[in-house]
């Protein structure tokens, strides 16, 4: 790219979150990544170079090396001219939705994050001419703490995700609870992976969005019902999938599109075999736990009708799921045992601050930083060397724990017998695909306070209310089931019956 030729009309507008913004190019498969801050939040331009740095090395010498590098892509730092920043940001600015407007974009350094467009197949340097269709996943956590240090039993048998729901539905953040449980997609298992997909196409909230032509066609829009929402996306994405025309539109032609996007997603998230070395953490303790969440709405309807939960089928190794969950597994002692552990540095730092660069708390991120994250021990010695890993574990299996995967799905062509991509089949055609990860910035070092009390938060609100009114509920049937045993043994077995029916 020409830092020295910038045009702010061949970018325009994709997409931000609370911390970055990214705008993309028209023509070329790139985006650019700029910082966001409070406006009475500056930073030098020196420090804002060094936080996009630290961003590229946390990439390339720790996630690329757990994930794989086809999966991960760090980027470079470019400085760009300040007036096409400022005239970007003017360009940009009626299409920022006004919930980000609180914090403004960069336009004072020059720098930004120089990245591939991951709505775009990763193997060609321009856009392509052929469709592309693109759907990005947020699946969150993907397992239950199995750790000693949890003082909530809940927190065995529920998970965290379904918990939060509740808090967030209630604190207004969301009009719904969605049946989405993480734990049903990292099963392995089809069956609940199909429903948890469906989940999050049913009530998208911020865990789905799907673009065609790098355009955002499908996501998050609570003024919308979701049976208009999958009428108007079946109406996008019937040309990938029946390309010939042969299906009538209405619900029967909505239901088979999205079965056929459901099941397509499925087959890419189960393939794969990029080499990452996540798999060295497997040994480890703690990494354990219920296969099931008891609040997931798959598993309740089953229980209702009698029947068990499929269990884990079980991910394939080299799958970007099973890489994932492997990651977020290094949080081994669940916020609570981690607590502590972040008081013992912080007692340390304020007696020697000058430490803080030693210890590696704002990087550098290098080799030597991954190669503590494979010290998988919980028997806490009482150093703080143990107290500071068990802290960069969790820093990093919160990460993981909030990255996005990125899929991008293109028909095939007729001859495609020169494709070295590889390809998903589905019922009438077959797709040329790529999967990434983003959403890889290392959590901050100063956020595990925040994440401490939002555990207890949202625990207590679920125990509180969704936990309590369940109790409630058995309590009542265990009471007439008493009151019927009671009838039992003062009738004789015929009245019995009657009484009973």
Same mark, same amino acid.
């Given at each position: ?67 794989? %590098? ?10 760009? !001219? ?33 990245? !591939? ?21 947020? !699946? ?45 997609? +990292? ?63 209405? !619900? ?208 207590? +609100? ?17 009471? %007439? ?21």
């Amino acid at each position: 790219m020409d830092e020295g030729k910038m045009d702010e009309n061949e970018w325009r507008y994709h997409g931000e979150g609370n911390k970055s913004l990214v705008v993309a190019h028209a023509q070329r498969c790139v985006v650019l990544r700029f910082l966001k801050f409070p406006p009475n939040r500056k930073k030098t331009s020196e420090e804002i170079f060094q936080h996009l740095q630290n961003i590229v090395d946390f990439g390339k010498n720790v996630m690329k090396e757990f994930l794989g %590098e086809n999966y991960v892509h760090c980027g470079e730092v470019v400085q760009l !001219p300040l007036d096409f920043v400022k005239q970007l940001c003017l360009k940009i600015q009626c299409e920022r939705p006004e919930s980000r407007c609180d914090k403004d974009l960069d336009t004072l350094s020059g720098y930004a994050l120089c990245l !591939p467009n991951l709505a775009r197949l990763q193997t060609y340097q321009f856009a392509e001419r052929r469709p592309i269709l693109c759907v990005e996943i947020k !699946p969150k956590c993907g397992f239950i703490p199995s750790s000693s240090d949890v003082t909530h039993e809940l927190k065995h048998r529920v998970c965290r995700y379904c918990m939060h729901q509740h808090l967030k539905v209630a604190t207004g953040k969301w009009k719904q609870i969605s049946k989405y449980c993480p734990l049903d997609l +990292y099963s392995g298992n089809k069956q609940r992976m199909y429903f948890a997909l469906k989940s999050l196409l049913q009530e998208a909230q911020n865990n789905l969005k799907i673009f065609k032509n790098g355009e955002l066609i499908y996501g998050c829009k609570d003024a919308r019902s979701p049976m208009a929402d999958w009428s108007e996306l079946a109406h996008h994405l019937k040309p990938f999938f029946f390309p010939s025309n042969g299906l009538a539109s209405g !619900p029967h032609c909505t239901r088979a599109v999205i079965r056929e996007l459901v099941r397509v997603i499925t087959r890419v998230l189960l393939s794969g075999s990029d080499k990452g070395r996540a798999g060295a953490l497997r040994s480890g303790p703690g990494l354990r736990g219920p296969p099931v969440c008891e609040a997931s709405p798959f598993s309740r309807s089953l229980r209702c009708q009698g029947k068990n939960t499929p269990e884990r089928s079980g991910l394939p190794k080299g799958c970007l799921l099973y890489k994932t969950l492997q990651v977020q597994m290094l949080d081994l002692l669940d916020i609570e045992g981690l607590y502590p552990l972040y008081r013992r540095v912080e007692r340390y730092l304020e007696e020697f601050p000058e430490e803080r660069k030693t210890l590696q708390i704002d990087g550098p991120y290098d080799e030597a930083f991954y190669q503590r994250l494979l010290d998988l021990s919980t028997e806490d010695d009482g150093t703080v060397a143990f107290a500071l890993t068990k802290v960069q574990q969790y820093r990093v299996a919160m990460t993981a724990k909030d990255c996005s995967i990125m899929i991008a799905l293109s028909p095939c062509l007729q001859d495609a017998s020169s494709d070295q991509r590889p390809v998903v089949p589905s019922s009438r055609s077959r797709f040329a695909f790529s999967v990434s990860v983003l959403d890889l910035d290392l959590k901050p070092y100063e956020s595990i306070p925040h994440q401490y009390k939002l555990d207890s938060k949202i625990v207590n +609100y679920y125990l509180k209310t969704v936990h309590a009114k369940d109790a409630t509920v058995m309590s009542t049937r265990f009471k %007439e089931s008493e009151d019927c045993t009671l009838v039992l043994h003062k009738t004789m077995k015929s009245e019995c019956r009657r009484t009973c029916c």
